[in-house]
């Protein structure tokens, strides 16, 4: 079965410029979750989805940041305008809603290592 | 805030011997504490996970304990190996809270020497 699918693994950009960060979750699953990663900070939740509608966003740091889930089968970070303070390691996490009592594992992908010079 | 505080940050063990992960948590509504790890260059992956109602429980060379009282929970890997050598997470969470967010600690990294 196909995991979270992210793209780009790899960008390098300069500062002012816009970012988009795709996700694809595993099919089924209905918890969407946006993560940032740095040596700093660690993995910092950014916003997630249920059902495609976001629940919780409070950890977006500025309105620079914006995420969307137009379908369950996709999401996209936006960053505008990049800042060399954003680089980082971006995760996408997916998790499948059992009936009742969820104890749901998170389904990271492989990540999109963002670089702003 | 940080509600998740692990220890240490990093590790270094020799082959065969016992990885200690630490993890204190503040909020004693959270009811579920996996352990994610991560590869290099790969996103974090479920290991094990326990529930505030047993004190261990073990899978293979890793074991999970648990102290309610004291908020803590740690993460023993037995007989460590080279391929043991990751990024170690703990986590923590309401499971019947609105949304249910996992909370991460600041994770640690275990070298394991040949």
């Known amino acids: 079965d196909a995991g979270v699918i992210q793209s780009p693994r790899h960008e390098v950009t300069e500062m002012g410029q816009e970012v988009t960060l795709r996700c694809k979750p595993i099919?089924?699953?209905?918890?969407l979750f946006w993560y940032r990663q740095t040596m700093m900070r660690g993995l910092e939740l950014l916003i997630y989805?249920?059902?495609?509608?976001?629940?919780?966003d409070s950890g977006m740091p500025e309105d620079r940041f914006s995420a969307k889930m137009p379908n369950a089968s996709f999401s996209t970070l936006k960053i505008q305008p990049s800042e060399p303070r954003d680089s980082a390691v971006y995760f996408c996490?997916?998790?499948?809603?059992?009936?009742?009592?969820?104890?749901?594992?998170?389904?990271f992908g492989e990540g999109s290592r963002l670089t702003v010079l | 805030q940080q509600q998740v505080k692990q220890s240490p940050q990093s590790l270094i063990v020799q082959k065969g011997g016992i990885s200690i992960i630490n993890c204190a948590y503040e909020?004693?509504?959270?009811?579920?504490f996996p352990w994610y790890q991560q590869f290099p260059g790969k996103g974090p992956a479920l290991l094990i996970a326990?529930?505030?109602?047993?004190s261990e429980k073990k899978e293979g060379r890793f074991t999970i304990s648990f102290n309610k009282s004291a908020k803590q929970f740690s993460l023993h890997i037995m007989d460590s190996q080279p391929g043991d050598s990751a990024t170690y997470f703990c986590?923590?969470?309401?499971?019947?809270?609105?949304?249910?967010?996992?909370?991460f600690g600041g994770g640690t990294r275990v070298l394991v020497k040949p």
């Open positions: 996490a997916s998790r499948r809603r059992d009936r009742g009592f969820n104890t749901g594992e998170l389904f």
């Open positions: 986590a923590a969470r309401r499971i019947k809270a609105a949304g249910n967010k996992l909370t």
């Open positions: 326990i529930r505030p109602d047993v």
């Open positions: 099919s089924g699953h209905n918890s």
């Open positions: 909020n004693t509504a959270f009811d579920y």
């Open positions: 989805f249920n059902n495609n509608v976001p629940i919780d």
